[in-house]
Nanobody
Framework: QVQLVESGGGSVQAGGSLRLSCAAS????????MGWFRQAPGKEREGVAC???????TNADSVKGRFTISQDNAKNTLYLQMNSLKPEDTAMYYC?????????????????WGQGTQVTVSS
C-alpha cells in the first residue's frame, strides 16, 4: 500500500522560507513522477512542481525562481524548498505520486495522495 506523509508546513512571514518533505513508502514503480500541489480555501487544487525518476522537473509559473522540488531516492523522500514566500502561497500543500515518467501539473493524473500540510504566509 502506497503511503505519502507530508511534513514541514507552518506559519512564516512574507519573504521567509520553508522546506516541505514527503516520505513515501510502499511505492514500487520504477518509472514514476511525483508532484506537489496546493489548495487554498475556495480555490481549485493547483500543481506547483513535479519531478520524475530521471530528475526532470516542471514548475508552475507562479513559483518559478522561488520554489525548488527535489528528491532523495535513498530516503524515499520528496522535498519542496520554498523561498521568498508570499501571502498568496498560503494553502494546504499535498504531495502526490503517479506511475509513468510524464511530469505534469494536472492533479487528475496522480493516483496517490498524502494528507497535506498547511502553509500560512502572513504579510
Amino acid at each position: 500500500q502506497v503511503q505519502l506523509v507530508e511534513s514541514g508546513g507552518g506559519s512564516v512571514q512574507a519573504g521567509g522560507s520553508l522546506r516541505l518533505s514527503c516520505a513515501a513508502s510502499g511505492y514500487t514503480y520504477s518509472n514514476y513522477a511525483m508532484g506537489w500541489f496546493r489548495q487554498a480555501p475556495g480555490k481549485e487544487r493547483e500543481g506547483v512542481a513535479c519531478i520524475n525518476d530521471f530528475g526532470f522537473t516542471t514548475n508552475a509559473d507562479s513559483v518559478k525562481g522561488r520554489f525548488t522540488i527535489s528528491q532523495d531516492n535513498a530516503k524515499n523522500t520528496l522535498y519542496l524548498q520554498m523561498n521568498s514566500l508570499k501571502p498568496e502561497d498560503t494553502a494546504m500543500y499535498y504531495c502526490a505520486a503517479k506511475a509513468g515518467r510524464g511530469c505534469n501539473l494536472g492533479s487528475s493524473w496522480y493516483n496517490y495522495w498524502g494528507q497535506g500540510t498547511q502553509v500560512t504566509v502572513s504579510s
